[in-house]
């Protein structure tokens, strides 16, 4: 479970992560991460899993499954940074591992330097 401190709630901070930071596109999941300029604020992370994923249940299931993917890889994140997981269609069908796996390799691609 994500700790409230570490949640992304008002929606310009979901925009402002989506338009300005850097995207990372796999197979089940887009990440986008924003640098911010405060490193005194925690990491804050937000989902986007809508209708094209599925059902209520379905889409309960991936939001679910993102959060302790990502929970796991909070300690990884830059302090003050923006991240938003958005969940594709396939993300219905995959597994946490695959999940996992994909989440991973977005962090690991939008946190090379450029």
Do not use: C
């Not at 939001?63 to 302090?79: C, E, F, K």
């Not at 958005?86 to 090379?112: C, F, I, K, N, W």
């Amino acid at each position: 479970m994500l700790p409230a401190s570490n949640r992304l709630r008002r929606s310009d901070e979901f925009r402002r992560a989506v338009r300005h930071g850097r995207r990372a596109g796999r197979r089940s999941v887009v990440v986008h991460l924003l640098l911010q300029a405060d490193p005194g604020a925690p990491a804050r992370i937000g989902f986007v899993v809508n209708k094209a994923v599925g059902g209520a249940v379905q889409r309960n299931r991936v939001h679910r499954r993102l959060r302790a993917v990502m929970a796991a890889q909070l300690p990884g994140l830059p302090a003050g940074s923006l991240t938003v997981v958005r969940a594709l269609p396939a993300s219905a069908g995959a597994t946490y591992d695959e999940l996992a796996v994909d989440v991973a390799q977005g962090l690991r691609r939008v946190l090379e330097p450029r």
